[in-house]
């Protein structure tokens, strides 16, 4: 089955400084790759997504970028702030007609301090 | 916020008793999924239900059952309950067509 691998597990930064994540998957099948933020205590929210026919996506802040070749995706965000400050996860499915299942990296715990 | 709520918040169990959790959603996805999310570690994936018809089940025994309802909604059932099944279980809804998943606030379940 799918696994995936994320990193680093914690990341401290200053405020408006950019973060990046890292994340591999080993099925060449998953086709789509979500992003979720988790702050304590609270569900994961979906922040940015991408599929695999598109190598880069922008969201404001967040971007994401996704090498097929290499099985890689991260999440980059730029201008950081304290409010930036969860643990984020990545993720990969293959998704069909029916629905998808998500396998999740092991999450990062993002730190952005004043 | 996502419109998946969950019940119930929070939940204390005893080794060996069953327990069934709950989940719905305002906008009518008509997929669903459950994760259970251990302490510090990433959501791992129970089952998917689309129209009411499990559609794909991770690496969990078959005392975790579920259900899905004519109006999506839907539960997770778990028998025989050890220590170990003592997590944050979320479930998620979506669109058969459209990959997105979007998580309710989870249910706190505690096995003494």
């Known amino acids: 089955g799918e696994n995936v691998e994320q990193h680093p597990s914690t990341l401290s930064v200053q405020e408006g400084d950019s973060a990046v994540i890292k994340c591999t998957y080993s099925?060449?099948?998953?086709?789509?790759f979500p992003w979720y933020k988790q702050e304590l205590g609270k569900r994961p929210q979906l922040i940015i997504d991408?599929?695999?026919?598109?190598g880069e996506k922008k969201d404001q802040r967040i971007a994401v970028t996704l090498n097929k070749t290499a099985k890689h995706f991260s999440l980059h965000i730029t201008e950081t702030q304290p409010e930036d400050s969860a643990v984020y996860f990545c993720?990969?499915?293959?998704?069909?007609?029916?629905?998808?299942?998500?396998?999740f990296g092991t999450g990062t715990q993002l730190k952005v301090e004043l | 916020e996502t419109g998946v709520t969950q019940s119930p918040t929070h939940l204390i169990k005893t080794r060996g008793q069953q327990v069934t959790l709950r989940c719905s959603s305002q906008?009518?996805?008509?997929?669903v999924s459950w994760y259970q999310q251990a302490l510090g570690q990433g959501p791992q994936f129970i089952f998917q239900y689309y129209r009411e018809e499990e559609n794909g089940r991770g690496n969990f025994p078959p005392r975790f059952s579920g259900l899905q309802f004519p109006n999506y909604s839907s539960e997770l059932n778990v028998n025989a309950l050890e220590l170990d099944d003592s997590a944050l279980y979320l479930c998620a809804h979506g669109s058969g067509r459209k990959n997105e998943q979007f998580f309710g606030p989870g249910t706190r379940l505690t096995v003494l």
């Open positions: 991408i599929r695999s026919n598109v």
């Open positions: 906008s009518g996805h008509n997929t």
């Open positions: 099925d060449s099948a998953s086709n789509y």
């Open positions: 993720a990969a499915s293959i998704s069909t007609g029916g629905g998808n299942k998500l396998t």
